[in-house]
């Protein structure tokens, strides 16, 4: 069964994926980031804190850092 990545409460307006294609992060209105497991579709880590939606979000080469 396909399953979708739920979690965001607002809209996503920004998603990058990391260059090894193991996690995609994402970024809404709802001012938070999330990082996502692409296997298992897994919420990874929750960056919260932000004020006015998060517009752009992006993966270092590294995959360690976003």
């Given at each position: 069964m396909n399953r979708p990545f739920t979690g965001h409460t607002k809209p996503v307006f920004a998603l990058a994926v990391t260059i090894d294609g193991q996690h995609i992060i994402s970024g809404a209105?709802?001012?938070?980031?999330?990082?996502?497991?692409?296997?298992?579709?897994?919420?990874?880590?929750?960056?919260?804190?932000?004020?006015?939606?998060?517009?752009?979000?992006?993966?270092?080469?590294?995959g360690q850092r976003f």
């Amino acid at each position: 069964m396909n399953r979708p990545f739920t979690g965001h409460t607002k809209p996503v307006f920004a998603l990058a994926v990391t260059i090894d294609g193991q996690h995609i992060i994402s970024g809404a209105e709802d001012d938070v980031v999330k990082v996502w497991s692409v296997a298992d579709k897994r919420l990874v880590s929750t960056c919260i804190g932000h004020t006015s939606g998060v517009a752009a979000v992006a993966a270092m080469p590294d995959g360690q850092r976003f």
